[in-house]
């Protein structure tokens, strides 16, 4: 299109590219700063950035002072939940271990007044680890007659279970 114009005019183009670098050559760089009319020197605005810095830097702390005091405040308020459910839990448990206590001494209590080949028939159809429990809460005469009633390879087991169980309990 400036060619068009240059020859419009009947510019030679060595001339009208002469005429270009003269023109380019007026023009500031893009680098370059234009004072507007009416604004202040480079000086003042470094004052006035640098003035409004600590003001600017109070604030952004205290809003972060804010947010943290929230999240402390969440924090505090789950760990109080928290401490709740663990209390809830441990009377939960609480309880259980009464209620599987009574169950076990009402259990020992049923084959304690069992006749002795019917509480070796019993036993020896349970879980190994519940039948010796059970027998190592009975008096030992009971359970040593109890025994002798069973065939020998459950009296064996259950024996040895008994022993092993025994073992762990004295630490000696």
Not at 16 to 33: D, R, Y
Not at 92 to 114: H, N, P, T
Not at 148 to 155: L, R, V, Y
Request: glycine share 4%; proline share 3%.
């Amino acid at each position: 299109m400036i060619l068009q114009h240059a020859q419009t005019f009947r510019w030679s183009r060595p001339s009208f590219a002469a005429a270009m670098l003269v023109i380019a050559a007026s023009v500031p760089a893009a680098t370059e700063t234009i004072p507007l009319s009416g604004t202040q020197s480079p000086s003042e605005i470094e004052k006035f950035c640098t003035g409004i810095a600590d003001a600017a830097r109070d604030r952004r702390y205290s809003l972060q002072a804010m947010e943290l005091k929230k999240l402390k405040d969440d924090v505090d308020e789950r760990i109080k939940r928290l401490e709740e459910k663990r209390a809830e839990y441990e009377s939960w448990m609480k309880r259980r271990e009464i209620f599987l206590a009574k169950a076990e001494d009402g259990v020992v209590k049923i084959y304690a007044s069992m006749k002795p080949d019917a509480a070796a028939e019993r036993l020896a159809e349970l879980d190994v680890k519940l039948a010796a429990g059970i027998l190592m809460k009975l008096d030992s005469r009971k359970a040593g007659v109890i025994l002798n009633e069973m065939n020998s390879k459950s009296a064996a087991t259950l024996t040895g279970i008994m022993a092993m169980a025994a073992r762990r309990e004295d630490p000696s």
